[in-house]
């Protein structure tokens, strides 16, 4: 299972850091991609970001680009989603996903993902 963690309200232009760690399996060191995919009100759930912490090959989606850093803790187990200058858009619960089907970096649709986390919600304000 994997669990996301780190949500919370925060002002437009701060800042939060996501986690995202599981509780069978090793993480930080995976071959498969780790993903964080977002789902605001009324909206469908997106890809934001993903990284192979086996290479730390990553990608960001276009509106997050330059604003979000992913990072792979080997010590923790666990991946994090850095997320700075937040804007109003950005509103939404947070989901970590991962998967064992070897297709490399994401994303990918979101059915190819085996085990998804619980989600945390991030609230900015304008």
């Known amino acids: 299972q994997l669990q996301a963690s780190g949500g919370g309200v925060v002002q437009a232009g701060g800042s939060l850091r996501l986690s995202c760690t599981a509780s069978e399996f090793t993480l930080s060191t995976n071959t498969d991609d780790v993903a964080w995919f977002r789902k605001a009100a009324g909206k469908e759930r997106e890809a934001v970001a993903s990284i192979v912490c086996a290479s730390e090959d990553t990608w960001y989606a276009d509106d997050v680009q330059g604003r979000f850093t992913l990072a792979c803790d080997s010590e923790n187990d666990a991946v994090y989603l850095q997320m700075d200058n937040l804007k109003p858009e950005d509103t939404a619960v947070y989901y970590c996903?991962?998967?064992?089907?070897?297709?490399?970096?994401?994303?990918?649709?979101?059915?190819?993902?085996?085990?998804w986390g619980r989600g945390t919600l991030v609230t900015v304000s304008s």
């Open positions: 996903t991962t998967h064992d089907n070897a297709l490399g970096l994401g994303p990918h649709p979101d059915y190819e993902y085996n085990w």
